[in-house]
């Protein structure tokens, strides 16, 4: 009957917007005190609450009048509310040499606090400490501190229509989201980071054990696993900034792991690790040739349990970041131009995930004490190719399709018009299976569709749209155009389609000249 109790009273915390900690001070004392350190950011000068948006705007004038030779900011837009969503730009002009392009953005999900307050920790650092501002010889940094204002003010996960901006990476249907990623794609970014919270009390977990369980880790880093971001680019992420922040984590005592979260298969509780959908940053920003990580903190739901812990975790794992980066400009540029230019890899339409067992460190609530919990590990770092396509030379868009054009030119791809007839032999898809779910996930009826590729020879008119895939930002251009893929804009419905359609999308592949 206890554990009957103590699972109804973890569960309503979980599925509630009510401001409940479900965390017990002996649970939150034991494994996650806090630490014993100064944070001059505006939540730490109150006993309760958050950093709200006028608190926000307050800290960034006062940097801003202490630090006009380092720091100045600007508005990218407003927030459905109206409110406008500053980005602030750390820069050092007066240092000569090559610089990196580092980009961070926090408070994305309006209910996960100590992502915006972690970066504004790392600002106050980095403008205040002397020998942290240094190294801003080396970057240039441009900072969203608070990416979902209206959500942030509630304390609520979604923008203020609902939906979540980190499902909208490739659709680009929210205000904010457009915003927010017109704003990365004009910055070029070298490095990216996007911070969160994660939440550790999920309904899942309460099936495990008597009393149920939690996740256990501070931190978890999520990097793209994703076959079209290539594989140097990749493991080059992993070894020199994941690792070492890894590292850096062992150092404080601050338990770590590659992030996961819970799914359930027929019935039975498995994890997916890592990332491969392009519908959330830490892939998105990687399509975009950039090195790229979303850093999730333990924190949802906590109120202020551990909240120091969680700051410093937050800015620490930033920090490691800068250093890395600082590090190996040189290296980074050469590698990015590298993967930049690199044409030679399939299109991977779907993946499949590589399945294996794992002991993984979980909270046991009913001793509580850590545990070893076997459990099945859906791996996206093990994925292998489900289906593959020859990577064309470019994509053409037929004339009207403006609006695919502009989500194209909001990631960073370029796009060329047709200014003349010609006839070229091209690939056509022809949709021979079709579904369109009946409810809405993220604002959308998702449709689901198969295809078949015919080789034909066809006019291309003037006012159609040409996307060669020698270009940096190509990896999305697969993303978002292979019809079959997770984050299409056929599976987002924002080209509609039926069975039996041609879809006004062709593959060119020959090597002679458009």
């Not at 959500?151 to 929210?174: F, P, S, W």
Request: net charge negative.
């Amino acid at each position: 009957m206890k554990a009957i109790y103590t699972t109804l009273f973890v569960c309503i915390s979980v599925l509630s917007n009510a401001q409940f900690n479900p965390q017990t001070r002996e649970i939150t004392e034991k494994f996650y005190p806090d630490f014993d350190v100064e944070i001059n950011t505006p939540a730490f000068q109150k006993e309760k609450g958050f950093t709200n948006y006028d608190e926000l705007m307050e800290f960034i004038e006062k940097q801003v009048k202490s630090h006009p030779k380092y720091i100045s900011y600007e508005f990218i837009g407003e927030s459905q509310k109206g409110r406008k969503i500053p980005l602030l730009k750390i820069n050092d002009k007066s240092a000569d040499g090559e610089k990196l392009n580092f980009w961070i953005q926090g408070g994305m999900h309006g209910n996960e606090p100590a992502s915006t307050e972690g970066v504004l920790y790392l600002i106050d650092r980095l403008l205040n400490n002397p020998e942290q501002r240094k190294i801003l010889e080396k970057l240039n940094i441009e900072i969203i501190p608070m990416a979902n204002i209206d959500g942030y003010e509630k304390q609520v996960r979604d923008a203020a229509n609902g939906l979540d901006l980190n499902r909208d990476q490739t659709k680009l249907q929210i205000k904010e989201s457009i915003l927010l990623k017109k704003a990365f794609t004009k910055f070029n970014a070298d490095v990216a980071l996007d911070f969160h919270e994660y939440r550790p009390y999920r309904r899942d977990y309460m099936r495990m054990s008597n009393w149920g369980m939690t996740g256990a880790f501070d931190v978890m880093f999520l990097y793209s696993a994703n076959l079209n971001v290539p594989q140097e680019l990749r493991e080059f992420t992993k070894e020199y900034f994941v690792n070492p922040a890894k590292n850096r984590m062992e150092e404080l005592e601050i338990s770590h792991h590659d992030y996961f979260s819970s799914t359930q298969h027929y019935g039975e509780i498995q994890l997916n690790q890592g990332s491969l959908n392009s519908r959330s940053s830490a892939t998105s920003y990687a399509l975009a040739n950039c090195i790229s990580t979303l850093i999730e903190v333990r924190g949802v739901a906590l109120k202020r349990a551990s909240y120091k812990r969680r700051v410093l975790t937050t800015y620490e794992a930033g920090w490691s970041y800068m250093q890395s980066a600082a590090s190996r400009v040189a290296e980074i540029k050469e590698l990015l131009a590298r993967t930049g230019s690199e044409t030679e890899h399939s299109a991977v339409v779907k993946f499949s995930r590589n399945i294996r067992t794992e002991q993984v460190k979980m909270l046991d609530l009913e001793k509580p004490s850590m545990v070893d919990t076997l459990l099945a590990i859906r791996d996206a770092w093990g994925c292998t190719p489900k289906l593959e396509r020859k990577r064309p030379l470019a994509y053409i868009l037929l004339p009207g399709q403006e609006n695919l054009v502009e989500k194209l030119k909001i990631l960073g791809v370029d796009i060329e018009t047709v200014q003349k007839e010609q006839q070229l032999d091209v690939q056509v898809y022809e949709v021979t299976d079709y579904f369109q779910d009946k409810e809405r996930y993220e604002g959308v009826k998702r449709q689901y569709v198969e295809t078949t590729l015919k080789s034909e020879t066809r006019n291309i008119p003037p006012g159609s749209s040409l996307i060669r895939m020698d270009q940096p930002h190509s990896n999305f251009a697969v993303e978002v155009l292979e019809p079959e893929a997770s984050n299409s804009f056929i599976t987002w419905d924002v080209l509609h389609t039926e069975k039996g359609a041609e879809l006004p999308i062709y593959r060119y592949l020959n090597k002679e000249n458009l």
